[in-house]
């Protein structure tokens, strides 16, 4: 039935691009939308070519599309915030929204760590303006510490990992795939999480000149996804097993991450442009941004009805 339904949303979703010679140029992260895209059998007859770069966070996806590398891409809502901030070419068309529990700080199964509280004065491993970057953040200022309390060393994921795996640092505060890989094959404990303190959202974000140049194809490309992940809510366990083979992870990793997250595309509307606002403010007071963004001015709302009809 799900299968019929993305159908019935993508049956006229190439219409305008029929005769189409052209190239859209997508930056995804590990094992995300081109994955659940290719699971949900979405990605067959695009009236476009979709030339995809993988990127192993947000900030070189973000730098790719600034340089004019790609023009669309899905990245954290922090992330977003740095690069708009910076005066990146970036607006938000779709947001992603999901429950908040595989965004987290990690400790090693034997650390003495237990709390956040635990971590004062303690090293923890996160990218410079990612959402892990917001997590501690907002969980500092949430118990009213400051930045000299704890210790964070900005790396890229590879290398945290590695810092983290050699006990370089006390704690890894990352984001999916990543956590539920160290929860289930290296068992690995989440001390905190951003529930009550981060929104959760991440964004299909675009080059304002794709989106005044290549509207067409974006607009079925986020048909596309918001279907995908419409497909992806009913049938976990197909899309984990696909997840697991196309990223060579053992099933168990995408079966852990996916049955909590509830991933699902959104319509950027006011409540996605309330916590966007939120997330600017925090940026700012610690000084991360040093001009405050109003939020309406950096997403553009105008792919809310494709999202609406690809989610039916």
């Known amino acids: 039935m799900i299968r019929f339904i993305v159908a019935v949303a993508l049956a006229f979703a190439g219409a305008d691009l029929a005769g189409a010679q052209t190239t859209l140029r997508v930056g995804d992260q590990k094992g995300n939308s081109q ?130 795996t050699q006990g370089s640092v006390d704690a890894w505060s990352t984001w999916e795939p990543y956590v539920s890989q160290e929860e289930v094959l290296f068992k690995s404990r989440r001390i905190i999480t951003s529930e009550g303190l981060t929104p959760g959202l991440s964004f299909q974000v675009a080059r304002p000149d794709a989106i005044r140049d290549k509207r067409a194809e974006l607009t079925d490309f986020v048909r596309r996804l918001t279907a995908a992940r419409a497909w992806s809510l009913n049938n976990i366990d197909s899309y984990a097993a696909t997840w697991g083979r196309l990223m060579n992870i053992p099933t168990a990793v995408p079966q852990n991450w996916l049955s909590r997250a509830k991933i699902r595309i959104a319509p950027i509307d006011d409540g996605v442009v309330a916590d966007e606002q939120g997330t600017i403010d925090l940026y700012f007071r610690w000084g991360l941004i040093k001009q405050k963004l109003d939020a309406a001015d950096i997403v553009d709302r105008s792919f809310a009805d494709a999202i609406a009809k690809a989610g039916l």
């Not at 907002?138 to 964070?152: R, T």
């Open 35 to 164: 994955a659940v895209m290719e699971a949900a059998g979405v990605l067959k007859d695009v009236p476009y070519k979709i030339e995809w770069r993988e990127f192993p966070a947000a900030a070189p996806l973000l730098e790719a599309l600034s340089a004019g590398a790609i023009e669309t891409g899905l990245v954290g809502d922090a992330p977003f915030t740095f690069a708009a901030a910076s005066g990146a070419p970036v607006k938000a068309i779709a947001a992603i929204r999901q429950t908040r529990e595989g965004l987290a700080i990690l400790v090693p199964e034997n650390s003495p760590i237990r709390s956040f509280a635990d971590l004062r004065g303690k090293k923890i491993a996160t990218g410079r303006g990612s959402i892990g970057h917001q997590l501690i953040l907002a969980a500092l200022e949430k118990n009213g510490w400051s930045a000299s309390d704890v210790q964070i060393a900005f790396l890229a994921p590879s290398d945290a990992k590695i810092a983290y």
